[in-house]
């Protein structure tokens, strides 16, 4: 790695990586470096060369010999994720941020996505294409693709950011020299794996509105780039189930504890094990009014009857104890618990229609057992769901893990 002799502590130092961008460097840098004169904080521009092969990287040493303010950065193996990396790894800066060569997102988001960084509010900042705010111009292709991507991200990692494919991030230097070595990839997905890495360490993520538009000549490989994507997701979430990354070191290191709040659950555990208590306590209650209303009843009355009285009881229980709830919304906690209901009418119903048509006269100790395993699968199913959906809010807000 070759750097140009410009390492004067600056407040920001934005990286531009770049592969085989002779035709748009120049005036990319010349554009950028204008619009810095009236910048409020000290800058320095890193152009970082992917390995060009190309006049890119004779072209980036003439700007950095041209330009006060502009220094090259040469690595020899391609990757934007290598690139940032090394770069900001090595940063003295306090804050370390990065934008695409192409300059798709408008330069007036940069004030706003520094400032939070330098102020101390916020640690990690990133260019939002999703927010409602922004200003958008591309095709309904790649627009598909960009929310599709962001919604597999808040399914399968729980992200809580927007857009994290946007080239347009910036992140307090200290944090990012503390979450670097546990970031694996070098290419494209290393966006992604540096913001969950962020979340789950619980640093705070502020999302400024962009002006953007599409460049038609993108050389970004969707197809390829979305079977990384998709490796990146599994070995982060296999990751993160296993306890392979130090979230609970990083969490102390920033000093990012959860704030303690008496009575309100704040880890996964602790809500299971409410959430169990609170089951065991509804199962025994579901029992006890179904063998009281077995006979009067029937067996498919008397288990829907006990089911709903004892599943609107387990909603507020949970509500109140596992999740930590209180005020407003409880009406439509109910009305989303009662469909949780009806997915445990589904699993118990036809537990008992599957044991009749097998067994004619089942007897009494058969039949409970039956409701019973039943009734724990259901539980599990609930617990899902009211986790990540009806309840999903306040335990983003409050769950430490």
Known sequence: MTAALQEATVDVEIVVPV?????????????????????????????????????????????????????????????????LREVWAASTAQVVAYMDVDLSTDLAALLPLVAPLMSGHSDVAIGSRLSRSARVARGPKRELISRCYNLLLRTALRARFSDAQCGFKAMRADCARALLPYVHDTGWFFDTELLVLA??????????????????????????????????????IRALATGALPLRDLRRQFGRHPIDLPGVPKRLTWQAIRFAAIGVLSTLA?????????????????NFTALLITAVANTSANRRFTFGVRGAGAARH??????????????????????TNTHTHPSRPVELSVLIAANLAATVLRFVLMREWVFARATNRKDAR
């Open 334 to 355: 109910q009305a989303q618990g009662l469909i949780v209901f009806a997915l445990g009418l589904g699993l118990t119903s036809g537990s008992l229609a599957l044991l």
């Open 286 to 302: 579901y029992l006890a009014l179904f063998v009281l209303l077995r006979a009067p009843l029937g067996a498919q009355v008397a």
């Open 19 to 83: 592969y085989n961008e002779e035709d748009d460097l120049p005036s990319t840098v010349r554009r950028l470096h204008t619009y810095l004169r009236g910048f409020p904080f000290t800058t320095l521009i890193t152009i970082a060369d992917n390995a060009s092969t190309d006049a890119t990287l004779r072209y980036a040493v003439a700007l950095a010999d041209e330009l006060p303010g502009v220094r090259v950065v040469h690595l020899d193996a391609k990757g934007r994720g290598r690139a």
């Open 199 to 236: 979340e789950r360490s619980g640093l705070r993520i502020a999302e400024v509105p962009v002006d953007w538009i599409d460049d038609p000549d993108s050389r970004v490989d969707v197809v390829a780039t979305a079977l990384a994507d998709l490796r990146g997701i599994a070995r982060l």
